[in-house]
């Protein structure tokens, strides 16, 4: 075990160990959930202090297979349930299922949906909030979610705009970051953007990115910042071992990135789904030509 | 989209027949002189709809609409009113934070059309 970087100094807190395990753009990998649950279950048990697990976004959907683009949203936030998530950022494929699907995923969900640069308009309800506040042994974590713009299903969400990520940490900070030991930003961002919001805000200590699907096999330290991405696809899950000392300093004592195995996912998820949309569009096709 | 000329009022009543199957949506028009099945097919920041309306006018069409940015898309189809094909062909913007209202100025080989509207 080595000592990475001394973090950042922050609010006072008593001496504490934290794991934080995460993951990104998991995009449905129905394949590598039992070697994940597996990893979970064991870092869990092994863990010295308190125990956080996270995503940075585009868990619920993927294009790349027609099947997980028109089902295998809901199992996967019972998965997410099951191994205890704390909180996932919302990334651009999840909203592609809608805003009421998004919204009954939501609820559906036992951790928050984190979004603080989609705003909405006055008098509307978003299925996702800012930021949570987690305690864990004696620390107090505040975790923040932000989304690219890139890519974002606009037409489907006409009362959300986006707001500058620089601008939504800072109302949240001013809003909510007192009191906190650590603070976590579940930015859907590639690496070289979480760096440059790192540089920004020396009183955030980590930095979980997604988006790019980027693999960091060491952090990359930036104002005394850790800034991290796990690839995609569930190949790994990311293990972060951070020392709160009772000076308020974080100390970052190890990042890995844990291998997963792939294991049979039942082929026909989401088959009987994918025919029934293929059939209404070529009805409607149909009858539109003929 | 629309394949007729515009009135001010043109009441209808609009079915959901298929309702969040993601990505497809489809809905029948029911309007006092036409109507109309339309169906439309998400894919991210790219929405496809097509149609067909019976009655007067007549006709059929095909549009994609790319929304890149959140203040505004391009349109890309084509449409078949009567004998004739045209291609379709304009710029949505949203002025405002959010997608609330906005202005169209669509082109259809027979005119320009600039709309302004928005949702209460």
Redesign the interface.
Known sequence: MVVIAVLTVSGCASAAALTVLYTNDLHLCFDRLDSLQERIVQERDAADGGVLLLDAGDALHDFRRATAAVSGADEMVAWMNDVAYDAMAVGNHDLYWGSNSLEALASAARFPFLCANLVPCAGVAAPFVDCTVVDRTDVRVLVIGLITSELLPYAEYPWLSWADPTEAIRAVLGETGDGMDVTIVLCHLPVDRAARLAEQFPEVNLFISGHSHEVTPDPVLVNGAAVVQAGAFGRYLGRLRLEVETNGTVLLVEHTLLDTEETPARELRGLGRLLCVTAIMLATLALVLF | MTASEESLFDPYLKLAV?R?????N?SIQLGLDRWL?L?T?????V?VD???AWGQPAG???VA?F????WG?VIVGVEAIGGAIRSVIGVRIYP?????WGISLIGNGSGVQLTVGG?L
């Not at chain 2, 969040?20 to 497809?24: A, N, S, T, W």
């Not at chain 2, 929304?67 to 959140?70: E, L, T």
């Open positions: 298929v969040d199957l993601i990505p497809v489809a099945v169906s097919w998400r894919l991210g920041p929405q097509w149609g067909r059929r069409w095909a609409t929304s890149a940015f959140s898309s405002g934070r959010s997608r609330m949702t």
